[in-house]
């Protein structure tokens, strides 16, 4: 394969960052076709980069024999169904996350793929940002020894809408996902235990709606480290994502992200801008990166580095937290018969 | 009150500490006596602070007409009895932490510093560390709005010897209750329920000797503030102690402490040196921050800064801590009957 | 002018970056030729990039009717001829720095600009970076008063060749002039006088062929400002690029750049990575900026943000230094008669 | 010698900081009396610290034959003389900055302690801050390599009283002769030549006084290594004292010292608390630590760390910087015979 023909299905916020990733001439691949419900937003996408075609139908995408991969960028009741079909019909994908909600519906699509031989990759973004990337780094190649202790610190700028809110499956599903995932990814190690103190200290409507906006959740890894992610639905100064590894040699940890790096000192206070505010600005390079590493693996034909497996952990893991908040105590993730099944 | 005159009780490492604080010509306070068990080590200190008389006696000390008030830094299961003793002689008192690890002991001993009205100050020096001091100043102006979550990181460069370790109380009891009373010294609200994820990562012989080395404990607040307290015997790098809040209108955190800010760099790193490695040098200032507020206290005779309540909290939350480590659940404070009594 | 159809004269490292940037589809230009003494850089170029038209001869772009601008990327020595011929076409310019080296060519591409009425451009795309812009933006907008003292270092991980350095016009041209652009850019005064001490301390051979490669340039501005520039060929830890500026309401600084944000402790030392080691990293969204700045004052028909004055100033600041630095003593730029004349 | 008596002459603001210093239990000095014209601020002086004796006369202490050394803490105009009485007295002296401001007056001095074969120490306290003392030791320990380029930035927070500027000797020798012992003391070579230029930003009553209140003099030293003083009479945000020096193998630089280190984000920017501003609060542990090195000079019989030559080089290189920016010129030491003389 020289060039990867790619399709892509949904032209919103997410299939726009694709787009223009996959357009960049560097990488070795090449936008066909694109297609949303939303026509005119397909349109407005297909020109801007130069898209040949646009169509109403994902079918005709997922059955366009001149198509190798298609980039799913749906919305997330669409996902395990696109997968499926695209995996029947030949097509290596790339597919936001999370896969679903429901396990049973992320097994099925799993073995859809697995019996199709196709290469699947969700797009859990953030492990390509190159300061997690990094802390990974250290933590497989021994610098800091053995990990004992981990801290994940993920908070949003603001709430989104409370009409949002009632359909995002609750904050441990549309949050603290990624978080579930950085978990794993920095510390390579499966959890068995998860404990949620959370609460409504943001919003009460949010509260109303039936969901948490603060949350501190507790992993106990197999291997015995002990994690912590902190979660706010609100940061009055902003986006701020960042992580932290005791381990036995030493630590490792990243600050949040700046737009610039410059100190302002004056007779008030000695200060700096406020971090970059908005996660397509704080992971522009990570969504470059991970599209990159999905053509990658299609070109070289090796494995994606985010597989189907790591996109239906996380949802165990939020499975987990939500009924360790609801219960009141910590939950082994083998309570789930689904978990130990696999 | 114009000069405290003060009797130290215990030439050890921590009375050596408040003796070189209290000879400090600008404290207004002159030490008159010190006792130890081991007469060689008070003869030494009282020699090197011009320490009058020297007595095998604490005793002595705790009667004697001429002194004003008694700084007891022997080992923590003398400090009940000598506070019962010193309250009873009419002597104000600065009493090392813990009190106690015994609830009714500490209870006894608070209720005959009440009944004898005498001022009692426990030694919680971290209180007095201008970047903690600087954190709690945040919270109650309101700088940063309402808080929300809490994080402790407080990490030893090394276990210590096992033969400690037995006699210690538990980890719980021996580092966090430093942390337990940072916890509510900051968030300036009481705990509610307590949760300790905690495992031996550190060195299996602190397993064997029936203790942990490394500890994650979720804090739930009264007011919902959701806290954590990290805690590790061993960090490679050195001491480490950093606290950070969320508020609803930003955060504050502090960074760990350091010999120098020099920053070298070279073609292999760019690097600093380690920090401050042992809490002598950490809290140098808050050593002596905190005898110099107990002097004030009695000079001005105005309620002194860390109370013999806030010396039994911490003690109360230990035994929490360890409950919910040992049953693998989250522990209500309410679960223990002396604390619902207070 | 919906999209700017551009030419680029010079498929080089800097070629490159430029061929890259305007093929990005958020920008409105399109590539339509390119061309190189090396045909066969150019014709990689053009496949890499998709830019249908690879010529050998220059002439061939600058008479293209269908061709709006010219990037051009050439050796320095051809600059002043190729923005003469292309003034002279009616072609927008955007030239590489520096113009030339030589006031009378430089004077003469202007005046052939200006009689041409087209846009010309100088590639200081340093202006470009978040950083000092910031810094300008600080100094444009009063937030640090009025500035008083300014200090930049701009340093090299290693020297060049010394094949090079023969050929360079030397340090005060080849590097300094970057940093002659950005004290102007950032006081936004012109300099009056200029100091250089300056010496051979990285390498004796650069010495031998009539070259320093170690200076401290100190720069008097109209306002009074007094500025520095520290330049070394050689960093050890690699690229090394700040700014500060001190005002009378306070101060500015921007750190060096960095690949991430992870500070890893051990038990030897606090560290980082090494900064970002090659200007094409360091710099890569400055030089996609200063492309998309260019394009945008053509499709909007505004001025240039960097006008062929501001190619001419640093040059003539470069003589000052060179002047000064061989007679040891400070130079004022009106000794320069053809300075006097403008 | 087991405890060195010391005679205080001089009860003001430095004196007092010295008398603090050496009633320190861990000093092995006792200070046994205190001189001042004002005998009020001596009788004070000497209630807080108890000094046994008080005198109006400082020829008392210069001849109290149960005194070993004085500490000269009196205004500049009386200490070559006090140096002189003191030596030929045979009294160890510890002398504050500046000796004098007369070359002729320094030497006799230094002549006079060589004969009576005394310790001299001058107050250069800043080599005792912990922070510079490690850029030094980076230096001597070959840490960065070769020194090339050297910067020290030393600003006040607010200009003096016109008063005071009228006598103060002028920036050069009032303030800079810090930094221009700082740079020998962290190149430990020569300089050769200065370049100041400098003007008047902070306030045109300075100018009409006399005095400039902003520079930048470039040093050149033996070695070859070029070096930056910037200074200014006024920062908005406080008291800045750094320092940064590049060497074949890479750079150490230290950073400006705060309160504390905790950091604040709010809604409108990331901050931290403003700069020590004080230099009493600044330099308090160098001015601890300074005192404690003349004492141990005194008791363990070696050379004091900063001698008298010490002294007298910034005075030469105060005069050295006059006369640069009077004639605005390069000017090399040895213009002046008498450095040329020793």
Chains 1, 2, 3, 4 share one sequence.
Not at 37 to 48: D, S, T
Not at 315 to 340: C, D, I, N, T, W
């Amino acid at each position: 394969m020289n060039k990867v023909r790619l399709g892509i299905i949904g032209a919103g916020r997410i299939g726009k960052v694709h787009a223009a990733s996959v357009s960049d001439p560097s990488v070795q691949a090449v936008p066909m076709a694109i297609t949303d419900l939303n026509r005119n937003a397909a349109e407005e996408v297909a020109a801007r980069f130069g898209i040949p075609r646009v169509t109403d139908d994902a079918s005709q995408i997922l059955n366009d024999p001149e198509i190798d991969a298609v980039l799913i960028c749906s919305s997330t009741d669409t996902h395990s169904d696109l997968i499926c079909q695209g995996a029947r019909a030949g097509k290596h994908i790339f597919c936001e996350k999370p896969i679903d909600y429901d396990l049973s519906r992320i097994d099925r699509a799993l073995d859809t793929v697995k019996k199709a031989g196709v290469k699947l990759q969700i797009g859990f973004n953030r492990r390509f940002d190159s300061n997690f990337a990094r802390v990974r780094k250290a933590v497989s190649s021994g610098e800091i020894g053995t990990p004992r202790l981990m801290h994940i610190i993920s908070r949003d700028p603001a709430p989104p809408p409370i009409a949002y809110v009632k359909v995002s499956g609750g904050m441990f599903f549309d949050m603290t996902i990624h978080d579930f995932d950085m978990a794993c990814f920095l510390i390579q190690d499966e959890v068995e235990e998860i404990y949620a103190a959370a609460g409504n200290l943001v919003d009460p409507e949010i509260g109303k709606a039936g969901d948490v906006d603060t949350a501190v959740i507790t992993l106990k890894f197999k291997s015995g480290v002990i994690g912590t992610i902190d979660n706010s639905r609100e940061a009055a100064y902003g986006y701020d994502q960042r992580v932290e590894i005791l381990g036995s040699k030493g630590s490792i940890s990243t600050g949040n992200c700046y737009p610039n790096q410059a100190i302002i000192s004056t007779g008030k206070e000695v200060r700096r801008d406020l971090p970059l505010n908005f996660f397509m600005d704080r992971y522009a390079e990570s969504f470059a990166n991970e599209l990159r590493s999905f053509v990658r693996a299609l070109v070289d034909n090796t494995p994606t580095e985010v597989t189907g497996y790591d996109g239906r952990v996380p949802v165990l893991m939020g499975m987990a937290a939500k009924r360790s908040y609801e219960e009141g105590r910590p939950v082994k993730l083998q309570e789930f018969a689904a978990a130990v099944a696999r």
